[in-house]
């Protein structure tokens, strides 16, 4: 079992290398861990026909490892240019070419991936803006090209002055690191997205029930009517929660 961690910062011992390195180093015992700077290397697009022994190092150290655990701060908004290169520039390696141009997961297809990032602004404000979601949006959408499986999130908004990581983010680290030591089946969150839509509908269908009952007095039992304010109340208030759960599921404090 060997955890891969990559930096993608523009310093080497900012706080997103302290926080992937209270990951690395709370590790299970026996997991191999190692971390590799992007900025110690020249990372260029694949030319056809050209050999390129960075991207081979780095595909053959991505390869070796069951874990990867990106680490790049918040930048205009965005993902850190340095990963995003990263990306653009493995993208040969990170997916298959079908005939139609379509693109399928390739060589590192199940394997697993945590991210991490910070920003300057404060949890408050992250939490209404969502500062931090395209760094995430970014990541996510590249592993799942490539067939990687999410474990998890961590953010560090408000690191404007801060020097070191607080408590209840070190104690987050931790708990991530111990959650990528053990090796994971292909993706085993279909059971728990099960038990999330049951939750989701027994909560929506009892907010529905509630909802109905004052409007009882003008509806009256007529079965038709009960039938169509339920679905209208549970339709909008599914509604809300699908689209709280698609765009705003980034960690933002
Ligand atoms: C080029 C650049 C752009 C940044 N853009 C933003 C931004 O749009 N919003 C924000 O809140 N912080 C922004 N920041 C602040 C970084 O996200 C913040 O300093 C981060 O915590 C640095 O992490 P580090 O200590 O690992 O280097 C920016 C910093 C740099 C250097």
């Not at 959408?141 to 499986?149: E, F, L, N, W």
């Not at 509604?239 to 705003?248: A, D, P």
Request: some cysteine; proline content about 4%; overall charge positive.
């Amino acid at each position: 079992m060997k955890i891969l961690g990559i930096l993608a910062s523009h310093q080497e011992h900012g706080l997103n290398a302290q926080m992937l390195d209270e990951v690395l180093k709370n590790v299970d015992e026996g997991v191999e861990t190692e971390t590799i700077y992007l900025e110690n290397y020249k990372i260029t697009p694949h030319k056809y026909h050209e050999k390129n022994p960075v991207l081979d190092e780095l595909s053959e150290k991505l390869l070796k490892s069951d874990v990867w655990v990106f680490a790049a701060p918040t930048y205009f908004r965005e993902l850190s240019g340095v990963l995003k290169n990263f990306f653009d520039c493995m993208r040969p390696k990170l997916v298959y070419f079908k005939e139609n141009g379509d693109t399928i997961p390739g060589q590192f297809k199940n394997k697993h991936y945590l991210s991490i990032s910070s920003c300057y602004i404060s949890p408050l404000e992250n939490f209404i803006t969502g500062v931090t979601d395209e760094a995430f949006k970014t990541i996510d959408r590249v592993m799942a090209a490539a067939g990687v499986i999410k474990v998890g999130e961590i953010v560090l908004p408000g690191t404007f002055g801060m020097k070191e990581l607080p408590h209840n983010k070190k104690k987050l680290c931790q708990k991530y690191a111990k959650k990528i030591s053990v090796k994971k089946r292909k993706d085993d969150s279909t059971l728990k997205r099960y038990i999330q839509l049951f939750f989701m509908i027994a909560v929506m269908a009892l907010i529905t029930m509630g909802i109905q009952l004052p409007l009882n007095s003008w509806i009256g039992s007529n079965f038709w009517w009960n039938y169509i304010s339920f679905t209208l109340i549970f339709f909008v208030l599914l509604s809300c929660i699908l689209h709280f759960m698609t765009f705003v599921k980034h960690r933002r404090r």
